[in-house]
């Protein structure tokens, strides 16, 4: 299925060692985070493979998933990932099938496939997960608490997202009703989101202006936007 392109306006629509997990192999990094490799399936089959970052404090924590950007790659989420681990969250960043092919129903079967595979791990605990996207990472992550919604799955933060298509069809049809949902952007590009709210489940979703400008990960160089995030997380992972 080819990926489409797509335009900033209306989105939205509307450690160390290693361990079996969910049938793929995994393998330390030597990092002071203690980052692990680790492999996990799409829904469709398709191999992938992300960094997992524990979280600060020993046992099973809640985990967030972070979807990048079309322009990058897992990297972006650099500023972020320290402050998850902190505040007592495992993360999890994965790569985009291929970029510059952008599908938010495409990427979501790769979330959904490495949550299967990170509910196996026994420093995560099963019952509570997150996706926090950017661009077209923030398309997926509101198609995940919005369309067919992941049970374990409790909220989802979406930086500056992006109209995609299957999104605007499915809020056409009145198919799209997000739960928990935190979309942060710019003055700009928060039209988008505006829009989101006005539609078929809006009352789902939280919209705030980022004092400061850019697109997507761009975003977490102010640290109101980082703790925004965080502190969404932590209100509702508990």
Partial sequence: MARRA???????????????????????TPDPLRQV????????????????????????????????????????????????????FASFRFGLRKIGELDEAIDARDVRGALRALRQRPDVDPARAAVVGAGVGASTAAWLVGMSPEPSVRAAVGLSPVDGAELLQAGREGRFHPH???VIADREEL????????????????????????????????????????????????
Avoid: I, K
């Fill in 191 to 238: 039209q988008g989101g505006e829009f989101v709210a006005r539609g078929p489940g809006g009352s789902g979703v939280t919209l705030r202006t980022a004092s400061s400008t850019g697109h997507g990960t761009a975003l977490l160089r102010d640290p109101a936007v980082r703790r925004s995030v965080v502190d969404w997380l932590r209100r509702r992972l508990g």
């Fill in 37 to 88: 490799t680790v492999a996990f399936h799409g829904t469709d089959g398709v191999d992938g493979e992300g960094t997992f970052v524990p979280a600060a404090r020993p046992g099973r924590a809640p985990v967030v998933v972070l979807v990048h950007e079309y322009r990058g790659g897992p990297e972006l989420w650099e500023p972020l990932v320290p402050e998850l681990r902190r505040a007592g």
């Fill in 180 to 182: 928990d949902l935190l």
């Fill in 6 to 28: 797509y335009a900033l306006t209306a989105v939205l629509g509307l450690a160390a060692g290693a361990c079996a997990c969910g049938g793929s192999g995994t393998h330390a």
